[in-house]
């Protein structure tokens, strides 16, 4: 079973509607209108909140030159210091307010994720509706603390963290006072190759660990954010951008408006194609049913002649006498003449001038139920 989870008025577990997270991230360039207008469009494209990041260059990391400062790891901002990409991509504080009450004004949670201890306390000033734990901050112990501290829901990026560092991270938000807490897969790579993402961990993740699970996903398109909600991903977080062809660091693997639109509908449509576990045939197949194989004259049958496999077919549409029963009908005789194409039943079938005796040998003939071995449903 699930954990609780909820953020505002929204559950979030398995069998809800996914709950779509807009990170905004670094593609407001700096430019409070467009951070404005980015969150217009992330509600326009059917998302449920916006994610904001909270920190300085200063209380993420130092201003040095240092090699150890230097990024060198195959992505796009190779050959820059951290400080000087961070400066470029923090979001002003003082615009956090202001943006969280143009979201709330929309219908939209806002949160963040903090990168210190004075950003939590920040975020908390903010009245923020829940706390983000970044993939590169799961080890931060204390950092973990303080947001489970606040008792908000909580939620938890897993990329790079092996399943031991997961178990640790969810021990230490629950001993310091969460009580709702979700998981995300993550494959922090920027972008991500399709061929590292490994969705199947996320069913794995939801039996381990027992809690919500999502995605945020940092590959190209919206394939891999539609095949986790197949695989039960609960919540799902995407860069939006109002246009790629902007400068920023995160804006090449971000989404446009109008692609995170299309994603957003693609998941709505797993989540009712998805439905539950169900044998039966519902709505349009009801009535498709007709459709089925049965038992018809396929040429003209006097009284007193017997039915044989030239005369009576199994065929489209079902109105006649189930197929499983052809066997028990050759060699029997026609009651009256039967009309080419006559959906066959027993009425029309006489057996030594008794019906009784037909009628009473096809209940013995009902299909038996077939046990199946017992399968695991993840």
């Given at each position: ?316 549409p079902g109105y006649g006498l189930h197929p499983r029963y ?29 019906l009784t005796s037909i009628a009473d040998r096809t209940k ?15």
């Amino acid at each position: 079973m699930t954990a609780r989870f909820q953020i505002g008025s929204r559950e979030v577990r398995p069998g809800a509607p996914v709950y779509v997270i807009a990170e905004l991230s670094a593609n407001h360039n700096q430019d409070f209108e467009k951070a404005i207008q980015t969150i217009r469009a992330a509600k326009d494209a059917g998302a449920d909140a916006v994610k904001l990041q909270t920190y300085t260059p200063d209380t993420i990391t130092l201003a040095s030159d240092r090699e150890e400062f230097r990024i060198n790891a195959g992505t796009l901002w190779d050959g820059r210091t951290l400080h000087d990409l961070y400066k470029e991509a923090f979001m002003p504080w003082e615009w956090q307010p202001k943006l969280k009450n143009s979201a709330e004004d929309l219908g939209l949670d806002l949160f963040s994720s903090a990168f210190d201890p004075t950003a939590v306390d920040f975020l908390e000033r903010m009245n923020v509706p829940a706390h983000k734990v970044a993939s590169f901050e799961l080890v931060d112990i204390g950092l973990i603390q303080k947001m489970a501290h606040t008792g908000k829901p909580l939620i938890l990026s897993t990329g790079m963290a092996t399943v031991e560092e997961i178990e640790e991270a969810v021990q230490v938000a629950r001993q310091a006072g969460a009580d709702q807490i979700a998981l995300l897969k993550c494959t922090s790579a920027y972008p991500a190759p399709p061929e590292d993402m490994n969705l199947r961990t996320i069913p794995e993740m939801m039996q381990r660990f027992g809690l919500p699970v999502g995605l945020s996903d940092h590959t190209m398109g919206i394939a891999a954010s539609v095949a986790a909600v197949a695989l039960g991903a609960c919540i799902i977080e995407k860069h939006l951008t109002l246009s790629r062809s902007l400068p920023g660091p995160d804006s090449a693997f971000s989404l446009e408006p109008h692609e995170f639109k299309s994603m957003v509908e693609a998941v709505r449509t797993v989540e009712k194609a998805l439905g539950t576990v169900d044998f039966s045939a519902h709505g349009k197949q009801e009535s498709s049913k007709a459709f089925r194989r049965s038992l018809f004259a396929v040429e003209d049958i006097s009284e007193g002649a017997q039915f044989t496999a030239s005369n009576v077919r199994s065929i489209r549409p079902g109105y006649g006498l189930h197929p499983r029963y052809l066997p028990v009908l050759l060699g029997k005789r026609a009651a009256r003449d039967i009309k080419k194409g006559t959906p066959l039943d027993w009425k029309l079938v006489a057996e030594g001038g008794s019906l009784t005796s037909i009628a009473d040998r096809t209940k013995m003939e009902e299909p038996r139920t077939i046990r199946l071995p017992s399968a695991k449903i993840v």
